[in-house]
């Protein structure tokens, strides 16, 4: 599903600020990044869901070189992914229904279709009292979760999220996980960067290590030496 050969990134002329990143998430697998703030995890993830495109080396997606594809299918390939912003990036004159409508708008699904799929998602993530908000009167972790809802609500083939639990509290995060589970379980290949470490533990998926823009480890955090 991703592929990193060898890959470098720097921002303009900057300094490269991943190094030499080689890995692969197989389809259907469930993974977590970590590594401490500065290491590289988001621009590591911005790679992954096509923002950026690496200054060196090869980033393989859906079996095709990121780097040699056309503006077109490059769009084609961003509608397969969903993607959890750490700043949420909510549309601000929509409501938070709309906001999560939005994907399935885009993909063309009917309209009787979409409302009861919306709603029934945004209760679930326990903002069944704010569908109709509009974002700038929800807090930071409300946003997150109707940023969450918006990203899971066509199933994408591929999800990625940076720190989609860092503005809830543990009962709604462990929530949150589930249905990221319960993605992964139909078929979703998910990417998880977080800084929670009860949680990375507990759910023994297999995890990236970044620090200082190289991956410095990749496998199962509970079978690593205390
Ligand atoms: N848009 C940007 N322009 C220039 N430098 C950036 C930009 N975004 C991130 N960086 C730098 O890249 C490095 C890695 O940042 P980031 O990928 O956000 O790490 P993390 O998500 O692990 O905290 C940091 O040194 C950060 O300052
Ligand atoms: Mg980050």
């Not at 077109?72 to 409508?101: T, W, Y």
């Not at 699904?109 to 109709?132: C, P, S």
């Not at 994408?156 to 929530?175: K, Q, S, Y």
């Amino acid at each position: 599903m991703i592929q990193f050969d060898g890959v470098g990134y720097r921002y303009g002329r900057g300094p490269e600020i991943l190094r030499g990143v080689s890995l692969s998430v197989p389809r259907g697998s469930f993974h977590f990044v970590v590594g401490p703030s500065g290491a590289g995890k988001s621009s590591l993830l911005k790679l992954m869901y096509l923002a950026h495109r690496p200054t060196s080396g090869t980033v393989t997606l859906f079996g095709r070189d990121v780097s040699r594809v056309s503006r077109a299918e490059m769009a084609r390939m961003r509608r397969r992914i969903g993607v959890v912003f750490q700043d949420f990036r909510l549309i601000e004159h929509l409501s938070a229904v709309d906001n999560v409508a939005l994907p399935l708008r885009i993909a063309g699904a009917k309209e009787g279709q979409i409302r009861d799929h919306v709603r029934e998602l945004l209760r679930w993530v326990g903002l069944g009292d704010q569908l109709d908000a509009l974002p700038s009167t929800l807090s930071g972790g409300e946003q997150q979760r109707v940023s969450i809802a918006r990203a899971v609500i066509n199933r994408p083939d591929l999800l990625v999220a940076d720190e989609p639990t860092g503005n809830v509290d543990d009962e709604i995060g462990w929530r949150l996980m589930r249905l990221f589970e319960e993605l992964n379980r139909l078929g979703t290949t998910v990417i998880v960067a977080t800084h929670n470490e009860t949680m990375i533990r507990r759910l023994d998926y297999p995890v990236l290590r970044l620090e200082a823009g190289s991956v410095t480890a990749a496998g199962h955090q509970a079978r690593r030496p205390a």
